[in-house]
């Protein structure tokens, strides 16, 4: 095992929100939201908290809670972002600190760790989005309270941590997604803060335990399968999430000075921590707050100090390829203030970041990722400038046998053809403002990028 501070590399650039300097390596900020009239909670001042992204009908949207509610947005066109949906909590006002949010074939599941007998499980139709969202339950029958959720897709199955029986984690049916129902008697009687569940697999965020992992193939008889109750760097064991091919998952330790942690968990039996990663803004007081992996990138929210993009293709020596200081907070013990949570799986690829003081954002991070965009045998792509206006350059090492496509979201082809050059300009000058995909093609390997045209 190797532990190790990480290199930031790359050329820092500058950006800014609401006339405040922020700090940003290799990422563009497309859209910035916060609501004045809102009020903070007393225990963080935080008026929001938890983001999500969604796909419904073909277009993108991202949600975040705040202390009043639900905010929805309709993400289709990057340089004109509008909310088109407000879903006003059971319980709300200044002491809500949590809402969180999974979606699941067409509706959101709504949940908050406060207003003990007022706080229902919402679910939301998203059919009718961007004219509405309807709610469709609102109960507290099951719980009333919950401090997440996590939904196996795969199985049908939404897990609640934490809330009413504020220990363990409670397993529903969504067979049918309107009328949950409880499986299994009682909680698993290990705490649980947070979770993640892929096809029955539940990697249990323990607190200052650690990390277990449980088999939930028989809800009402889980099967512990794995733990890691001592690590390097060991604080309260908040959160985490798992590559795509189940071989790696990044852990945050919710505690200040922290490092996050890569671990081999491809066995359970031997779970072996490769490397710690740091955001080195604060080293003493940075803490990780949630993460998600997609494809080589873990993309990470830290109080104080924002968006933090980790290269992990080589999960024994990661390094930061971007980052976007969301907060404009000082650093300080014993509070927590800024980046709450990532949302990183849109098909656009742009990503989501809600700010516990500065509400939501949503950013560019291709210059973060492209790097690492290399099919095979040295093919690589840079596109420039993106977002861009009428025209744009698609610059190739070899343009011979290289053609490609330019589509919507919805997969319609707008333009395509050969490159003649291995630096061509591209000219679209009728195209709409819009997010869409661009996939050069050469000897068999394809590369595709998103591309955004603005006003």
């Known amino acids: 095992m190797r532990i190790n501070n990480l290199l930031i590399v790359l050329v820092a650039t500058l950006s800014t929100f609401d006339s405040s300097a922020q700090d940003s390596q290799n990422i563009n900020l497309l859209f910035h939201w916060e609501n004045d009239t809102l009020v903070a909670s007393t225990a963080h001042n935080n008026t929001y908290n938890e983001v999500w992204g969604l796909v419904q009908n073909g277009v993108e949207y991202g949600v ?12 289709s066109n990057p340089g004109n972002i509008v909310e088109v949906a407000s879903i006003k909590g059971e319980h709300y006002g200044p002491d809500i600190v949590h809402r969180d949010y999974h979606d699941y074939n067409g509706y959101l599941y709504m949940v908050s760790d406060e207003g003990q007998g007022i706080s229902t499980l919402r679910i939301v139709d998203l059919q009718y989005l961007p004219d509405s969202a309807v709610t469709v339950y609102s109960e507290d029958t099951l719980f009333s309270r919950s401090h997440n959720i996590f939904i196996d897709t795969l199985n049908a199955k939404l897990y609640s941590c934490g ?3 504020n220990q363990g984690v409670t397993v529903f049916s969504l067979a049918n997604p309107i009328t949950p129902f409880q499986i299994g008697e009682e909680p698993l009687p290990v ?7 892929r096809n029955d697999t539940a990697f249990i965020n323990d607190g200052t335990s650690g990390l277990y992992i449980y088999d939930f193939s028989d809800a009402g008889n889980p099967l512990l399968i794995g733990s890691l109750t001592e690590y390097p760097q060991k604080g309260y064991n908040h959160s985490g999430w798992l590559n795509e091919d189940g071989s790696i998952y990044v852990l945050a330790d919710e505690t200040h000075g922290k490092d996050l ?7 359970y039996s031997n779970i072996e921590v490769l490397d710690t990663m740091t955001s080195q803004i604060d080293s003493a007081h940075t803490i990780p707050h949630n993460v ?4 080589d990138y873990a993309y990470v929210s830290y ?10 293709a080589d999960p024994s020596n990661p390094y ?31 990503i989501l970041a809600s700010d516990m003081q500065n509400g939501l954002f949503v950013f560019d991070v291709t210059e973060a990722i492209g790097t690492n965009e290399i099919a095979s045998d040295g093919f690589k792509v840079i596109i420039f400038p993106n977002p861009f206006l009428e025209t744009f350059i698609i610059s190739t090492k070899d343009f011979k046998e290289t053609s490609f496509q330019l589509t919507n979201l919805n997969g319609q082809i707008l333009k395509e053809g050969n490159l003649l050059s291995s630096m061509e300009t591209i ?29």
Do not use: Q
């Open 427 to 455: 000219t679209l000058n009728k195209l709409p403002v819009g997010t869409y995909l661009l996939k050069v093609s050469s000897s068999g390997n394809t590369i595709t990028k998103k591309l955004v045209k603005s006003n």
């Open 64 to 75: 975040i809670g705040s202390t009043w509610g639900t905010h929805i947005f309709d993400l």
């Open 303 to 312: 109080y104080f100090d924002g968006m933090v993009v980790y290269n992990i």
């Open 292 to 295: 998600m992996i997609k494809g």
């Open 261 to 267: 942690k890569i671990l081999d968990v491809s066995d």
């Open 320 to 350: 930061i390829s971007g980052y976007y200081d969301t907060s404009t907070e000082e650093h300080a013990n014993f509070i927590y203030r800024g980046c709450w949570g990532i949302y990183s799986f849109l098909p656009s690829g742009i």
């Open 191 to 197: 705490f649980s803060h947070d979770i993640f569940v």
């Open 163 to 165: 809330g009413d029986n």
